[in-house]
């Protein structure tokens, strides 16, 4: 499939490409592979492999700096999430210019931006399918989600076998990463007929393949099913949005460095049982829950199953990580400020976020 990328760079009028990229997938060898590919088909191409983890404005504006000394006409985001949201930074500054904060919220870009090829590594973003990046600043560890229909990827080009680098860990994070797009896009207020459907195929294909990742069994149709399971929830966070799970999840990256899959793992059971405390998101639940393979088991609570899979997976817990009741009221008061609460379908106030986190951090089952 990667074989094909250098069609999708001259239909897009691509002179001089500019691969996104960070050291994970560098070492994995796969930026090495796409330029050979490309230098095959006589398709001018360099790389930035300075993208991180949880990318920050200064990080986009580097990549800016390079990508302006170069020239370049194209930009590929090459890995997960954070390469993909760098090379959509980088693209909203190159051609607009400002920093990441002017575009802060959605339709602020007033001037065309350059073709952009999304290529993911990682089954768990859909970056590769939405049009905002998530860009952290600097000072305020604030995540900027900066959006424009002109940030979309012309290309999303999925390749499974790309994803077979990861390690298995990355593979659980972020798999459980896509399968919380799929559970909150299906009941946050926005959702809609389209929404809909793209959060249930995105379940569908993931539950079906999810514990083969988690404990490190995962085919080649496994990561396949993941890879377009992922896409599908990114096409879903782009026409619903993500809720308190994801609210609840940034501040313990903020504020403790827990990895995005990991935080939201953790969080999303507890905010499902908050959740299906209402009546008509109980219901829309339980339709979710007759997708889950039951490998002998009887009817499985939707959960419970995700609590097995972090199990599974080997995650710590909240408490296990020292995160403790001590450190609830500034995680709630951090939940509170983040955009994507507000989603949520059932209205999460300051004392619910202590509750749920509380929950997380004891384990309860039952939120109250």
Not at 55 to 74: I, M, Q, W, Y
Not at 83 to 93: H, I, P, V
Not at 227 to 251: D, K, Q, R, V
Not at 301 to 323: R, Y
Request: with cysteine; aromatic share 6%; glycine share 10%.
């Amino acid at each position: 499939m990667l074989e094909k990328l250098p069609d999708f760079i001259k239909e897009n009028g691509g002179s001089k490409t500019l691969i996104v990229t960070d050291e994970g997938v560098l070492q994995a060898g796969h930026a090495a592979r796409t330029l050979s590919i490309l230098e095959k088909a006589n398709c001018e191409a360099l790389v930035f492999g300075g993208a991180e983890e949880n990318p920050t404005n200064n990080c986009v504006s580097k990549c800016r700096d390079f990508a302006l000394e170069a020239g370049v006409d194209l930009l590929i985001g090459l890995g997960g999430g954070s390469s993909m949201d760098t090379a959509k930074g980088c693209n909203f500054l190159l051609t607009n210019g400002g920093e990441m904060k002017d575009y802060h919220g959605y339709g602020k870009a007033t001037h065309p931006m350059l073709p952009f090829i999304a290529v993911p590594t990682t089954s768990g973003t859909g970056s590769e399918c939405q049009s905002y990046a998530l860009i952290s600043d600097d000072e305020t560890h604030v995540k900027m989600a900066c959006g424009d229909v002109k940030a979309l990827a012309q290309v999303a080009l999925l390749d499974p076998e790309l994803t077979a680098s990861q390690p298995e860990l990355v593979a659980s994070l972020t798999g459980l990463d896509a399968l919380a797009h799929a559970l909150e896009t299906a009941v946050c207020l926005p959702r809609n007929p389209i929404s809909n459907i793209h959060s249930l195929e995105a379940f569908r294909l993931l539950a079906s393949s999810i514990h083969s990742v988690t404990n490190g069994t995962a085919s080649l149709e496994d990561r396949s099913n993941m890879l377009l399971g992922a896409a599908f929830a990114g096409l879903a966070i782009e026409n619903s949005m993500l809720g308190a799970a994801h609210a609840c999840a940034n501040p313990l990256t903020a504020f403790f460095d827990v990895t995005h899959g990991h935080a939201v793992s953790l969080m999303l059971p507890h905010v499902i049982r908050f959740n299906r405390l209402d009546p008509e998101i109980d219901e829309i639940y339980r339709s979710y829950e007759s997708f889950i393979p039951l490998g002998g088991l009887g009817k499985l609570d939707l959960a419970d199953w995700l609590d097995t899979l972090k199990d599974t997976a080997g995650l710590k817990s909240l408490s296990e990580m020292g995160i403790g009741a001590a450190d609830v009221k500034r995680l709630a008061g951090g939940a509170l400020h983040q955009w994507t609460g507000r989603f949520n379908p059932c209205p999460v106030g300051l004392s619910d976020f202590e509750a749920i986190y509380s929950n997380a951090i004891s384990d309860v089952v039952r939120c109250v």
